[in-house]
């Protein structure tokens, strides 16, 4: 018999502005639909300026602690992967790129010494073996009304998904949807913390947005069979 397709999925992003733009204009394809409806965002803390200014070196698991962390003035600078790394490279620190997460880091952090410091969010997804200070929170948002809409609707709705977090407030937000979700979580420990029905899930290859997205491009070239 032949092979019936499925309408044509949507593809709902959940995470932070302007990452959502880029992630939206990597995956864009004529008749994709494409919601953004963010389910964190990103505040900047108080914190002390002047011990980050102060480190010999920082860890980087995210844009956001870069951009809290101001001039690099070619000091080291260890980031989580490539997004982090480019912006801290633009900020004047000297990079090593890590494997793309923080569980993965660990291996370049057993020898670093005193000095080091890691400018992170309020919520982590990885506790790291440096001295660390919060710099940012990530303050839960609502779906939005045109979010809710594409997950009521008769076609499938990829979801990428970035951390563990993000992962339980999206799959809290959903609940119990028409449409059948095809997940795309970046790793197992982002794909444990799914806790609502899926259709299918194809778990990213690599821990980063080249990963996510292979994984999305996996889903989307999936069919139904009748």
Known sequence: MPRTRV???GLLLTRPEPAARRFAARLARPGLGIVISPV???EPRPHDRAAIDAARGLVFTSVHGVRAAG???GRPAICVGPATAK???KAGFAVTVGPGDAQGMLGLLGDLGPGWL???GAHLAQRLPV???VVYDQI???LTAEAVALLAGPAPVVLPLFSPRSAALVAAAVGRPRAALWVAPISARTAAAWQAPQERMVVAPSPDAAGVAAAVETLLGTEQSP
Request: aromatic residues 0%; without cysteine; positive net charge.
């Open 7 to 9: 309408l044509q999925p």
């Open 40 to 42: 964190l965002r990103i």
């Open 71 to 73: 001039a690099g003035r």
């Open 87 to 89: 912006a801290a490279r």
């Open 118 to 120: 890691h400018p992170h």
């Open 131 to 133: 001295p660390g200070v």
């Open 140 to 142: 839960a948002q609502p």
